[in-house]
Nanobody, 121 residues
Framework: VQLQASGGGLVQPGGSLRLSCTASGFTLDYYAGGWFRQAPGNEREAVSCISSSDGKTYYADSVKGRFTISRDNARNTVYLQMNSLKPEDTAVYYC???????????????WGQGTLVTVSS
């Protein structure tokens, strides 16, 4: 049972990246899929989440209008499309699953290994 996050990299301010989170060993359909990020010296914060039941999406205020979360159940994958990236978006991005999007962070399990996003000119 694991999650594999990928898609990070170095991008200039204003650029775009798409992160992927693929599940293995379990069916992602039944779970909410969340993205979190952690910048150096900061706590891990929630970025976005998509529910399993109705596909409802949630975003942190800092990324609303710029990031889009989606899921492809056939591929057992959750995506995070990140547009208009800013230097303050630089962080390691993690994906995780829970029974619902409003679950406490400690209830998200498993966690992917993280993928580094660096926004810099």
């Amino acid at each position: 049972v694991q999650l594999q996050a990928s898609g990070g990299g170095l991008v200039q301010p204003g650029g775009s990246l798409r992160l992927s989170c693929t599940a293995s060993g379990f069916t992602l359909d039944y779970y909410a899929g969340g993205w979190f990020r952690q910048a150096p010296g900061n706590e891990r914060e929630a970025v976005s989440c998509i529910s399993s039941s109705d596909g409802k999406t949630y975003y942190a205020d800092s990324v609303k209008g710029r990031f889009t979360i989606s899921r492809d159940n056939a591929r057992n994958t959750v995506y995070l499309q990140m547009n208009s990236l800013k230097p303050e978006d630089t962080a390691v991005y993690y994906c995780a699953t829970a029974s619902r999007c409003d679950a406490p962070k400690k209830e998200f399990d498993p966690w992917g290994q993280g993928t580094l996003v660096t926004v810099s000119s």
